[in-house]
């Protein structure tokens, strides 16, 4: 059924409209600047091992603090970035921080298995991808299979020679590949056969009614058996409480990611969490009491 709009209303849809589409050519505009300007920062999310709740790796993810609008939160810009060549430019700087950060933990002794950090589909259909992450690794001298790269099904669907032959070439020299956000794309397991992926993560929304729908249970299940029937390893994201967790374990999840047992913090913070023998949950209780 149509939806009546009185003239107020309608007044009010247009002109919010306005306010969008400015905040998203301002925020267009002010990318160019947010570099030069060092208003990108890193903050990295613990990465449990379900049996022994040891954090073993972290997930890099980026930050914007904007002069005035405070933070904008990658899922705004990120989009909005890989219209515009810039996204080369703030991967580029993913990549270089990330690098200089894993080589500064390493030199300090920290231990953790690997870290990971994503790209956008558009970094790989550039030819020069592959250059800037070995120049990296060479310079930081990071042993193989540490760094991970993050990256969604998509990417792998436009099959292009330049893709395969990044993702073969990052493979040859240490770099693993997880596919993010798994479940909610193609997820042809064609992909898991022809790519060398060493992760599938399996994306938040099947996870956040694992208790009460049977089929996402099904699904997570599914993933899970899959990983492992094919030698990858598998994690659960947004993993937010007690009931979710223990399922995952009992299904025989690896690792897992969520608000549970810890949001995105600092490298400080992050060190410091790698430095703990076991990570307790935030909670006690079933429910996670943080800000969205
Ligand atoms: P993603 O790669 O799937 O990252 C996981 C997102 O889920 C993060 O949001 C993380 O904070 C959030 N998350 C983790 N645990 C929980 C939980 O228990 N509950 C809920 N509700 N959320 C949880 P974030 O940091 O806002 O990033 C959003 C997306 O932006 C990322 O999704 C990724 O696609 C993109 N992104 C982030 N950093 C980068 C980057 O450096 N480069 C690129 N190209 N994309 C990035
Ligand atoms: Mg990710
Ligand atoms: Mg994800
Ligand atoms: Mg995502």
Redesign the pocket.
């Known amino acids: 059924c149509a939806k009546q709009l009185g003239i107020g209303e309608v007044q009010l849809f247009s002109s919010s409209m306005n306010i969008e589409t400015l905040k998203s050519f301002q925020i267009e505009n002010d990318l160019r600047n947010a570099i030069e300007n060092n208003e990108f920062y ?2 990295y ?1 613990p990465i449990i091992d379900v049996y022994t709740q040891k954090a073993v790796g972290a ?4 930050r914007w603090k904007h002069p005035v609008w405070g933070k904008i ?3 705004e810009f ?1 989009p909005i970035a890989e219209n515009s060549p810039i ?1 080369q430019d ?2 580029e700087f ?1 990549i270089k921080e990330v690098y200089r950060q894993t080589a500064e933990w390493m030199k300090e002794g920290v231990k953790f298995n690997h870290i990971s ?4 589909p558009k970094n790989f259909l550039k030819n020069n991808l592959f250059n800037i992450i070995k120049t990296n690794v060479e310079k930081y001298n990071i042993p193989q299979d540490v760094m991970k790269i ?1 990256i969604t099904e998509g990417l792998l669907l436009r099959e292009t020679n330049v893709v395969r032959d990044q993702i073969e070439k990052l493979k040859a020299i240490g770099v693993n590949i997880a596919l ?2 798994y479940g909610v794309g193609y997820s042809s397991i064609n992909y898991l056969k022809q790519y060398p992926i060493d992760t599938l ?1 399996i994306d ?1 929304s099947f996870i956040r009614h694992i208790e009460e729908e049977s089929v996402d249970s099904v699904v997570v299940q599914s993933i899970i058996d899959l990983a492992k029937g094919l030698g990858r390893k598998v994690v659960a ?4 409480n007690r009931v979710q967790f223990d399922m995952l374990k009992k299904m025989r999840c690896d690792f897992i ?4 047992f810890g ?2 913090v600092s490298e400080n913070k992050m060190k410091e969490i790698f430095n703990l023998e076991k990570v307790h949950p935030t909670v006690t209780n079933n429910q996670v009491s943080v800000e ?1």
């Open positions: 890193l903050e999310q997930e890099a993810l980026i939160s990658p899922g990120i996204i703030i991967s993913v950090f994503n790209l956008s993050e993010d956000d993560k938040k994201e947004g993993v937010e990611q969520g608000y549970l949001k995105p969205r």
